[in-house]
């Protein structure tokens, strides 16, 4: 199976409206996405679709990321859409009754998974997404195009639950899309660079949450998660977060939010960072995606 399979190609609605309005004008301020040149999805595509890349991650406060935007300036785009320079993702996790892509990733397996069903708000475009580990420790995505209106499902006898079966079967992962349940929700606002000659790309990502049942896992709002996606090598984006005293730290928006949000997890491994700098709290929103009951992990 090759790294990204679509039944369709994505094409752009007309933008909606109402979708983290005052985030999105504060993250654009404070990050000066206005001050890049603007790329548009097929350009970053074309240049740096990267599905097999091998991903680094800092949690950087936003001053820190803004001067890491102007020292990228004169070789990074922005993704712009519509004349927007951010999307807001709602992305639903699915695991089985006892979390084995979540053990899976914090005992630190070879062959670690992850299955989600994601949704860019303002696009009305919904993936299905499967992201392995190869064997030499890089990460491969792969993604099928669903309707908008099937996100946060994973239904039998659909061809999401045959995509990801054949996935995780080629992968030489013993689960299938009748073992998965929604497990948790991830949103955040994120803005997208691309060095278009070097093929390199990063990713900002900030008002991040991660909701399950009536609680909310959040990141101080002081920081964002900057994600370089690459090749082995280090991009000249890593480079300059070293200068900016950043180090690599190994986090996953979903691993982290799981462990703040579900008693009794053997969380040592995320314990430290998620706790000095995410929050929890009751839920804030009503979620798109129906409640996911407790009984599911007892």
């Known amino acids: ?16 409206t ?13 990050l000066h996405l206005d001050t ?23 949690l950087i406060p936003t001053s820190s990321a803004a001067r890491l935007i102007a020292q990228l300036a004169a070789t990074h785009h922005v993704l712009d859409i519509h004349g927007r320079r951010t999307t807001a993702y709602r992305t639903t996790y699915f695991d089985t009754p006892h979390l084995a892509a979540w053990r899976a990733h914090i005992q630190g397996r070879r062959r670690r998974w992850k299955v989600r069903t994601r949704l860019y708000a303002e696009d009305r475009l919904c993936r299905m997404e499967v992201k392995t580990k190869d064997g030499r420790g890089a990460t491969v995505k ?5 309707d908008a209106d099937a996100y946060g499902r994973l239904e039998r006898g659909t061809e999401a639950a045959a995509f990801v ?3 995780l079967r080629d992968s030489g992962i013993d689960v299938t899309a009748a073992d998965l349940a929604p497990a948790g929700e991830v949103c955040y606002l994120r803005a997208a660079l691309a060095d278009l000659e070097a093929g390199t790309r990063l ?23 900057v994600e370089t996606k690459g090749t082995a090598r280090p991009a000249p984006a890593d480079r300059h977060l070293l200068g900016l005293g950043a180090r690599p730290v190994s986090l996953s928006k979903y691993i982290v939010g799981l462990s703040l949000l579900v008693p009794g997890l053997p969380d040592n491994h995320v314990r ?13 929103e009503t979620p798109r995606m129906a409640r996911i009951g407790r009984n599911t992990f007892a």
């Not at 109402?18 to 404070?30: K, N």
């Open 142 to 146: 792969h993604a099928h195009t669903v």
């Open 18 to 30: 109402g979708v983290a309005a005052l985030p999105r004008a504060r993250i654009t301020e404070l």
């Open 1 to 16: 199976m090759s790294a990204t399979t679509s039944t369709a190609p994505l094409s752009l609605a007309s933008p909606g």
């Open 272 to 284: 430290r960072l998620a706790r000095t700098r995410f929050h929890t709290g009751p839920r804030t």
């Open 165 to 167: 079966d054949g996935v």
């Open 203 to 225: 990713t900002l990502d900030g008002a991040l949450a991660c909701h399950r049942d009536d609680r909310t896992a959040a990141l101080d709002p002081g920081y964002v998660l």
């Open 36 to 58: 890049l040149r603007a790329a548009s999805l097929a350009e970053i595509d074309a240049a740096a679709a990267l599905q097999h890349r091998v991903d680094r991650k800092y």
